[in-house]
């Protein structure tokens, strides 16, 4: 099995159970978006809560060079954790929304 697959078949079932959450708001809801080539993960919020049109990005996964960037993580928990309990290992995984410089302060990839 490839890296992608490989990626994709750990990747997919843990970020699909966070989109199948309910929002305690019925105006609110997840929405999950996978590119074709299954390099981009997104999990949005989208919806409206009074008056205010609700569309952010709450996690954001890129697979780039057979490692996961992990390029926003608004997750109460952080997915980093839910990839290492899959098995990914720590020297596969960017934490993408530190700086560069500052990456190496992690026990995470750099790059």
């Known amino acids: 099995m ?27 809801q997840h929405k999950l978006v996978i590119s074709d080539d299954h390099k981009d993960y997104l999990l949005m919020t989208i919806g409206w809560k009074n008056d205010v049109k609700i569309h952010g990005c709450v996690v954001h996964l890129e697979i780039i060079n057979d490692k996961i960037w992990i390029h926003r993580d608004g997750l109460e928990d952080g997915i980093a954790d839910d990839l290492l309990r899959a098995g990914i290992p720590k020297h596969e ?9 500052i990456r190496h302060l992690t026990e995470f990839a750099v790059n």
């Open 2 to 28: 490839d890296k992608l697959t490989e990626f994709y078949n750990i990747i997919y079932p843990i970020i699909k159970e966070y989109a199948d959450l309910p929002y305690y708001d019925k105006n609110l």
């Open 93 to 101: 995984i960017v934490l993408a929304f530190h700086p560069p410089e």
